[in-house]
């Protein structure tokens, strides 16, 4: 059995790319020259050159050590919160815009649920002067409110998704719908491993340099290229995908992905798509979806903006369903007091995405020299607010 995608653009049975027809030009163009286009040399030399030089790659892989000290084991923090723009979303949005460039596109959209990948988006179409339009739900604007001015600072057209729960799902629907209206001149920059195939694997590759860098900056630490472990928190699963894809075929590297459980996973209340989900089609691709018993997409809910969505990438369905990866689910509480954590022990504020896969290390016992990656997704500075409402600071 393979981790990876097939030849058919699945990931054991979930994956795929169930779009209508009117989106198919569109995906079929992508699909047709994505691995043909990151294989060309420039490509290469220039998504490197910006990865390093304007994102400011590698990202440190941190020893934690008083954290370390707490939890009897050795923990590296993959921090990717010290990015440009503050998370992993960058890596994918720069490779999707040299992509779109490539593919004579040059207006682009996006859709957003954090505010990060949305920011991302924005910078990257400034970067390179290109029209950007970011969908997001009313929620996600009210609770992510500085990174609506971020991306509108940066130049971008910020529209609100008024449908739904107003949030990344409803967000996503509005930008699949802008898509087909304009098939010719836009590239969508979809932000994590999910929508129809090509975009789970190419988000995938980009987001794999996280993984790539582990392996050679654990080298130099610890004298091996492998962890015990790699922790990610996965809303879609993209920062999870990027640190897991070049341990994935390696059964010594075992893989924690970290959803949100909300106000506990069965309160009703919750994002907690793998162990509540079923089988079924969400945005383009077969998952595993939390739905009714007649398939209508049940509102997902978590505290953090960043995995709140129903459904889940068909990378992390496969991992789940074949038991490759071992999925924990975190109440909202939970992640709070690990964000605060993390301040107080390391001096470093989490997004509170991040803080779900730190709360790991309450839950979960790990031996004391194994050697435990936890990727840092992003900073917190977005997510003050919540902070300040939740602790009364
Ligand atoms: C900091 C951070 N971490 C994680 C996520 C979840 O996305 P993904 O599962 O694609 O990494 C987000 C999404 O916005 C985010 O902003």
Redesign the pocket.
Known sequence: MTYNIDEKGYYGEFGGAFIPEMLYPNVEELRQNYLKVMAEPEFQEEFNALLKDYVGRPSPLYFAKRLSEKYHTKIYLKREDLNHTG???INNTIGQILMAKRLGKHRIIAE???G??GVATATVCALMGLECIVYMGEIDIARQAPNVARMKMLGAKVLPALSGSRTLKDATNEAIRDWINNPVDTHYII???VGPHPYPDMVARFQAIVSEEIQWQLKEKEGTSKPDYVVA????????AGAFYHFLEDKDVKLIAVEAAGKGVHSGESAATSVLGKEGIIHGSKTLLMQTQDGQITEPYSIS???DYPGVGPMHAHLYTSGRAEFIAITDDDAMTSGLELCKMEGIIP?I??SHALAVLQHKKFPPDAIVVVSL??RGDKDLETYIKHFKL
């Open positions: 998370a992993h979303k957003t649920g954090a990060q990948h932000g994590s491993v928190c996965v809303g879609g699963g993209s920062n999870a903006a960043g995995l997004a995405e991040s997704s992003g």
